[in-house]
């Protein structure tokens, strides 16, 4: 299989000319498609910093990222909002939702974004929120919706853009045991029957259970790498 | 959906925008006020001027004007206003002598203006007789009487049916004197010319100057005044060997009072706009800095600074768009009922009147300015919105999205 994400001796250094924090350091990371892959390290291990340097949120201070063979490093910022719009989901660890819009119609944004036309996208948000369990909080504003429910909508959201992968960061982070498996059902589910990539990271050893690669950070460095 | 994602943003919090749109309505307001009681002033003013003064057009002999010499009458003056008042376009006619001189009472002596005019005449040209406060505007029945204004009168003292004495120069050059008798004393708005004009009736003044059928000034109102400088144009080109002055050309300072006018208007909404323009941007920049990890999340999904760009742009254009109407029906009310009953301004009437201006305002509300005052806030609203906006597209997604 091919690798969608390829990173080479990837380093992210904050604070380089006062105090320099290298919280991501030589990190060569390959994922293929189809993997359900967790992100785990104790907190401040650079979990955070590698997803957004995965995922073209910023931008590293040495190696490089490459998507589907593309370096998304040499991009210009403008260029990766466009990328991120066409090739990466995003489900963050809250405020993922427009408060003023409604579940549906959060899940549209992103297709109107990609200028996709108003019946497929009723459609399609239809279909998706349907997939996550919300086909009756349709036209709820996530003021309405439960943590849970929430983060259901913003996978349901990340779909919607048919991205090549998803990324999450700590998406249970703020969710009780029970929404927990259940969002984590819903992505293996996905990831099993639409063979759709996730990445996440989490503190969670539940969560780490049902991933079928582990990959640990401490420091900013890969520790250990392990298929289960 | 930008604009449904806009407009909802708007009502998030619901106080701050009200305060907004309230403050857009009353910004408004108060510079379609100014502007409606500086034009009915000035229209007020002009009127005024037009009717007591200046009527709408004048005819002089091209000489009389530099020095007002007696002799400086109108060829043939009576032949022409006997066509003009068979013109369409004429109301009225008033043929006039004018001259100055001294008149003085038992007790002291002024300079004025003498007018010598046919009442009946005059009566349909200037609103002086409507002014007459005491007495009559010519009884018509006796010899040399005068009407003065209170000012003079008071100045003077000298009441009803006292008597005066006018001397001026006659048509040959002789130092001449009559005694008069005040028919009637007037009160118009402008104290300045009741202190300097006095009316006197033609014949009995042109029997004292000597002039005959001679005529000085010939004063028209046109039955529609906003045709005056078409009609002049004619006149003008008719009576080749006479001056043909409108109501501008005969007082410059009228034309140049209306450009001032105009002028503090803009300077005035300007300000009221630039008062506005920081309530926006103080609005906006708080709207943008709560919502910065919503920002973020949105550039990290995908929305680029275009949009992210336009969107606040329109929520500010939204918010000021609600305020227009509200300003504009605020007007509408608050103006449309003043400029039936009028602003009492008679606690300062005192320095008002000196300078020609009535008691009362009548402020005059223009169709037209709606538009330009409209745009020019909308145009406030954009400008406003730009330094929010430009700070909204400096979040670092990664960064905004992890603020706590
Ligand atoms: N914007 C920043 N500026 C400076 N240092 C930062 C910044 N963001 C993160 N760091 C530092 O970089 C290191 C890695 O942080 P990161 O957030 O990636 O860790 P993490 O594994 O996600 O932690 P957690 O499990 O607590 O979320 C930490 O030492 C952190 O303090
Ligand atoms: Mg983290």
């Given at each position: 299989m091919s690798n969608i994400i390829e990173s080479h001796n990837l380093s992210k250094v904050y604070n380089p000319d006062t105090i320099?924090?290298?919280?991501?350091?030589?990190v060569d990371l390959k994922v293929e498609e189809g993997e359900f892959t967790a992100l785990v390290g104790p907190s401040g291990s650079g979990k955070t910093t590698l997803l957004n340097l995965i995922g073209g949120l910023d931008y590293p201070t040495g190696g490089n990222v490459k998507i589907g063979g593309i370096d998304i490093t040499e991009m210009s910022e403008n260029k990766l909002i466009d990328f991120r719009l066409k090739n990466i989901g995003f489900v963050f660890?809250?405020?993922?939702?427009?408060?003023?819009?409604t579940a549906s119609e959060n899940v549209e944004f992103v297709m109107l974004l990609q200028k996709t036309s108003k019946n497929e996208r009723e459609k399609r948000a239809i279909e998706l929120l349907t997939e996550v369990g919300l086909k009756d909080k349709l036209n709820k504003r996530p003021s309405e919706l439960s943590g849970g429910q929430q983060q259901r909508v913003a996978v349901a959201r990340a779909l919607a853009s048919k991205p090549r992968f998803i990324l999450a960061d700590e998406p249970t982070a703020n969710l009780d045991s029970k929404s927990t498996e259940n969002l984590l059902e819903i992505m293996a589910k996905l990831n099993i029957e639409d063979k759709m990539t996730f990445i996440f990271s989490t503190h969670d050893q539940r969560v780490i259970d049902k991933a079928r690669r582990v990959v640990t950070l401490v420091d900013g460095k890969i520790v250990s790498d392990v298929k289960q | 959906m930008l604009f449904k994602i806009a407009w909802r943003n708007i009502w998030r919090n619901r106080t701050r925008s009200i305060v907004v749109i309230a403050s857009v309505a009353v910004g408004l307001f108060a510079g379609m006020f100014m502007m409606a009681f500086f034009q009915g002033a000035v229209n007020q003013e002009i009127d005024s001027m037009v009717e007591t003064q200046l009527s709408h057009i004048q005819f002089h002999n091209p000489a009389f004007i530099d020095d007002k010499d007696v002799n400086d009458t109108i060829a043939n003056g009576r032949a022409i206003i006997n066509k003009l008042k068979n013109d369409k376009d004429v109301k009225a006619v008033s043929g006039r002598l004018v001259t100055t001189g001294m008149i003085s009472s038992s007790s002291t002596a002024s300079g004025v203006e003498i007018h010598g005019v046919v009442p009946s005449d005059e009566k349909a040209v200037s609103s002086i007789s409507k002014d007459?406060?005491?007495?009559?505007?010519?009884?018509?029945?006796?010899?040399n009487e005068i009407v003065i204004g209170e000012k003079l009168a008071g100045k003077l003292g000298v009441k009803l049916h006292n008597k005066i004495v006018l001397t001026f120069q006659s048509k040959t050059g002789d130092l001449t004197a009559g005694s008069f008798r005040i028919a009637g004393i007037f009160r118009s708005r402008n104290s300045a010319f009741d202190e300097s004009t006095v009316f006197t009736s033609f014949d009995d003044l042109a029997g004292l100057l000597v002039t005959g059928d001679g005529v000085h000034e010939i004063a028209v109102v046109l039955k529609?005044?906003?045709?005056t400088d078409a009609i002049a144009k004619v006149l003008k080109t008719e009576y080749q060997s006479l001056l043909v002055q409108t109501w501008t050309e005969l007082s410059p300072q009228m034309a140049l009072l209306t450009g001032i006018m105009d002028q503090m208007m803009y300077i005035i909404i300007g300000i009221i706009l630039l008062a506005l323009m920081f309530g926006i941007i103080n609005t906006m920049l708080m709207a943008v800095l709560e919502r910065q990890r919503e920002f973020g999340m949105l550039m990290a999904i995908g929305m680029n600074k275009p949009r992210v760009f336009f969107m606040i742009l329109l929520e500010s254009v939204m918010l000021t768009c609600a305020g227009i109407p509200a300003g504009i029906l605020l007007t509408i009310i608050t103006v449309g009922s003043l400029a039936r009953h009028g602003i009492d301004l008679s606690a300062f009437s005192q320095a008002l009147s000196q300078y020609g201006f009535s008691n009362f305002i009548f402020p005059v509300l223009k169709q037209s300015m709606f538009l330009p005052v409209s745009l020019m806030t909308a145009f406030t609203a954009v400008l406003s919105a730009i330094y929010p906006a430009i700070k909204a597209l400096r979040f670092k997604p990664a960064e905004a999205i992890h603020k706590i």
């Amino acid at each position: 299989m091919s690798n969608i994400i390829e990173s080479h001796n990837l380093s992210k250094v904050y604070n380089p000319d006062t105090i320099p924090v290298n919280a991501v350091s030589g990190v060569d990371l390959k994922v293929e498609e189809g993997e359900f892959t967790a992100l785990v390290g104790p907190s401040g291990s650079g979990k955070t910093t590698l997803l957004n340097l995965i995922g073209g949120l910023d931008y590293p201070t040495g190696g490089n990222v490459k998507i589907g063979g593309i370096d998304i490093t040499e991009m210009s910022e403008n260029k990766l909002i466009d990328f991120r719009l066409k090739n990466i989901g995003f489900v963050f660890q809250a405020y993922n939702l427009i408060p003023v819009l409604t579940a549906s119609e959060n899940v549209e944004f992103v297709m109107l974004l990609q200028k996709t036309s108003k019946n497929e996208r009723e459609k399609r948000a239809i279909e998706l929120l349907t997939e996550v369990g919300l086909k009756d909080k349709l036209n709820k504003r996530p003021s309405e919706l439960s943590g849970g429910q929430q983060q259901r909508v913003a996978v349901a959201r990340a779909l919607a853009s048919k991205p090549r992968f998803i990324l999450a960061d700590e998406p249970t982070a703020n969710l009780d045991s029970k929404s927990t498996e259940n969002l984590l059902e819903i992505m293996a589910k996905l990831n099993i029957e639409d063979k759709m990539t996730f990445i996440f990271s989490t503190h969670d050893q539940r969560v780490i259970d049902k991933a079928r690669r582990v990959v640990t950070l401490v420091d900013g460095k890969i520790v250990s790498d392990v298929k289960q | 959906m930008l604009f449904k994602i806009a407009w909802r943003n708007i009502w998030r919090n619901r106080t701050r925008s009200i305060v907004v749109i309230a403050s857009v309505a009353v910004g408004l307001f108060a510079g379609m006020f100014m502007m409606a009681f500086f034009q009915g002033a000035v229209n007020q003013e002009i009127d005024s001027m037009v009717e007591t003064q200046l009527s709408h057009i004048q005819f002089h002999n091209p000489a009389f004007i530099d020095d007002k010499d007696v002799n400086d009458t109108i060829a043939n003056g009576r032949a022409i206003i006997n066509k003009l008042k068979n013109d369409k376009d004429v109301k009225a006619v008033s043929g006039r002598l004018v001259t100055t001189g001294m008149i003085s009472s038992s007790s002291t002596a002024s300079g004025v203006e003498i007018h010598g005019v046919v009442p009946s005449d005059e009566k349909a040209v200037s609103s002086i007789s409507k002014d007459v406060i005491v007495g009559v505007y010519f009884t018509g029945l006796k010899k040399n009487e005068i009407v003065i204004g209170e000012k003079l009168a008071g100045k003077l003292g000298v009441k009803l049916h006292n008597k005066i004495v006018l001397t001026f120069q006659s048509k040959t050059g002789d130092l001449t004197a009559g005694s008069f008798r005040i028919a009637g004393i007037f009160r118009s708005r402008n104290s300045a010319f009741d202190e300097s004009t006095v009316f006197t009736s033609f014949d009995d003044l042109a029997g004292l100057l000597v002039t005959g059928d001679g005529v000085h000034e010939i004063a028209v109102v046109l039955k529609d005044g906003q045709k005056t400088d078409a009609i002049a144009k004619v006149l003008k080109t008719e009576y080749q060997s006479l001056l043909v002055q409108t109501w501008t050309e005969l007082s410059p300072q009228m034309a140049l009072l209306t450009g001032i006018m105009d002028q503090m208007m803009y300077i005035i909404i300007g300000i009221i706009l630039l008062a506005l323009m920081f309530g926006i941007i103080n609005t906006m920049l708080m709207a943008v800095l709560e919502r910065q990890r919503e920002f973020g999340m949105l550039m990290a999904i995908g929305m680029n600074k275009p949009r992210v760009f336009f969107m606040i742009l329109l929520e500010s254009v939204m918010l000021t768009c609600a305020g227009i109407p509200a300003g504009i029906l605020l007007t509408i009310i608050t103006v449309g009922s003043l400029a039936r009953h009028g602003i009492d301004l008679s606690a300062f009437s005192q320095a008002l009147s000196q300078y020609g201006f009535s008691n009362f305002i009548f402020p005059v509300l223009k169709q037209s300015m709606f538009l330009p005052v409209s745009l020019m806030t909308a145009f406030t609203a954009v400008l406003s919105a730009i330094y929010p906006a430009i700070k909204a597209l400096r979040f670092k997604p990664a960064e905004a999205i992890h603020k706590i």
